[in-house]
């Protein structure tokens, strides 16, 4: 199957609907990866302090190549106070000129009993996730070779190309284990973690012999947060990912910055190697925390289409207890 509509259409979106043998495959990515912690890693699952937990997230991409590849996530996780902890998220992506859609559900549950050091505060968190991912996409809003007139180019009323399929739904599983040091009043604090998405290897129903398996997806962030002093802190950070012949690297760090009345200013600067540098902004005010970052494209992409940049919002809510513990605070770093 080959589509002959434009050059983005057809070298992205035929890689993500693997209408060809299975070569790679690359799941929807935010350059606010802390912000959507289900889809980063479950060992995430309620890691903040407070009661629960509430994130919105949304991403607009390529907008000026073809319609914008659109990606929004919820999610919602809680802290169970008794070594276990729970969440679930959905997120849906649809794609360009072809009616292409991504969906998927997970429920989280992170197991967070392990404690060690001389005073209890470095942790090890294991996560399991469980849910389903759809694909699925409209012939209807595609452009088929058949269609192809030698005279006059695109032809609607030539007949298309017929699939067998044009959805498929599939069980989905992924576990994680994370590492922190939770120790209060330190000039540095470190994190990391390790993921594997994709756990089941369901057959990826879109290749071309409906065989293929889905591509297990091996996730490692970390970072370390550094008090400068008592109003200011630095977190350098970084995340790679890899999923068959498909890897994306990405350093960057962000600042935070204490003001009046429970407020925090937020700023910083990731780097995609070979893609795109994503400048970031944030507000924290009491329990809500906003956030803004634009990727300005880097790739080969930017060359062939000036503008092929990317937006990325999220806000997220925290229902707090009335304690505040500070030694958790950074366990989940906003960027």
């Excluded at 071309?208 to 970390?222: A, D, L, M």
Aim: aromatic share 14%; glycine share 10%.
């Amino acid at each position: 199957m080959r589509v002959i509509s434009k050059l983005f259409f057809l070298t992205v979106t035929v890689g993500l609907l693997s209408v060809s043998t299975l070569k790679a495959q690359v799941d929807p990515h935010f350059s606010q990866y802390y912000m959507y912690p289900s889809w980063l890693n479950p060992a995430l699952t309620g890691a903040f302090d407070g009661d629960y937990r509430v994130t919105g997230i949304y991403r607009s991409q390529w907008g000026n190549i073809t319609n914008p590849f659109a990606t929004p996530g919820v999610s919602v996780d809680f802290n169970g106070n008794n070594s276990l902890n729970y969440g679930g998220s959905v997120m849906q992506q649809t794609a360009g000129n072809g009616g292409y859609g991504y969906l998927t559900a997970y429920g989280n549950i992170a197991y967070t009993g392990v404690k060690f050091g001389a005073t209890g505060t470095q942790r090890l968190v294991f996560g399991l996730q469980a849910g389903i991912i759809q694909r699925r996409f409209n012939p209807n809003k595609m452009q088929w070779g058949s269609q192809w007139d030698p005279s006059m180019g695109y032809n609607p009323n030539l007949p298309a190309d017929i699939l067998a399929r044009t959805s498929a739904t599939a069980f989905d599983a992924g576990a994680g284990v994370l590492y922190y040091d939770a120790q209060p009043g330190k000039k540095i604090n470190v994190y990391g973690g390790f993921s594997a998405a994709h756990l089941t290897r369901a057959d990826d129903k879109f290749s071309s012999n409906g065989t293929e398996k889905f591509p297990i997806r091996y996730t490692v962030h970390g970072g370390v947060k550094i008090a400068i002093n008592e109003n200011f802190t630095l977190t350098p950070n970084f995340l790679y990912l890899r999923q068959r012949t498909s890897s994306q690297a990405m350093l960057g760090a962000y600042g935070q910055i204490k003001a009046p009345f429970e407020t925090e200013f937020l700023f910083g600067l990731n780097y995609r190697f070979k893609d795109a540098v994503s400048p970031y902004i944030g507000l924290y005010y009491k329990n809500m925390t906003l956030g803004l970052s634009y990727d300005i494209n880097s790739s080969d992409l930017s060359k062939l289409q000036r503008g092929s940049n990317s937006f990325e919002i999220s806000l997220s809510f925290i229902g707090r207890k009335r304690a505040k513990t500070p030694e958790v605070e950074f366990v989940c770093p906003r960027l």
